[in-house]
């Protein structure tokens, strides 16, 4: 079993910065893969970025150049540093982790953390 806690959500405006924590207990983050989703308001769940277990990178088009994904064994805790932030970026963030897959299927999930980006 994992437990993922997200934090470092809030409101700010287009051009600013925030960075997301997933704190995981359970499995170090060393061990399994690891990704962001969002969820805007009457809108699907969207893929943002992943860090499978071999460290490689994934971004959607949309957030390329602009997010980083990155991890940090010693705290077994998942970052999502976002810049330069626009509005349509506004949504429900949730991390997610798996042993294996990366995907909307992914066996574990956060409860989420708001981002909202004013214009």
């Given at each position: 079993?994992?437990?993922?806690?997200e934090?470092?959500?809030?409101?700010?405006?287009?051009?600013?910065?925030?960075?997301?924590?997933?704190?995981?207990?359970?499995?170090?983050v060393?061990?399994?893969?690891?990704?962001?989703?969002?969820?805007?308001?009457?809108?699907?769940?969207?893929?943002?970025?992943?860090?499978?277990?071999?460290?490689?990178?994934?971004?959607?088009?949309?957030?390329?150049?602009?997010?980083?994904?990155?991890?940090?064994?010693?705290?077994?805790?998942?970052?999502?540093?976002?810049?330069?932030?626009?509005?349509?970026?506004?949504?429900?963030?949730?991390c997610?982790?798996?042993?294996?897959?990366?995907?909307?299927?992914?066996?574990?999930?956060?409860?989420?953390?708001?981002?909202?980006?004013?214009?």
């Amino acid at each position: 079993q994992v437990q993922l806690v997200e934090s470092g959500g809030g409101l700010v405006q287009a051009g600013d910065s925030l960075r997301l924590s997933c704190a995981a207990s359970g499995r170090t983050v060393m061990s399994i893969s690891m990704a962001w989703f969002r969820q805007a308001p009457g809108k699907e769940r969207e893929f943002v970025a992943a860090i499978p277990w071999s460290s490689t990178t994934y971004y959607a088009d949309s957030v390329k150049g602009r997010f980083t994904i990155s991890k940090d064994n010693t705290k077994n805790t998942v970052y999502l540093h976002m810049n330069s932030l626009k509005p349509e970026d506004t949504a429900v963030y949730s991390c997610a982790a798996d042993p294996v897959r990366i995907g909307a299927s992914m066996k574990y999930w956060g409860q989420g953390t708001q981002v909202t980006v004013s214009s």
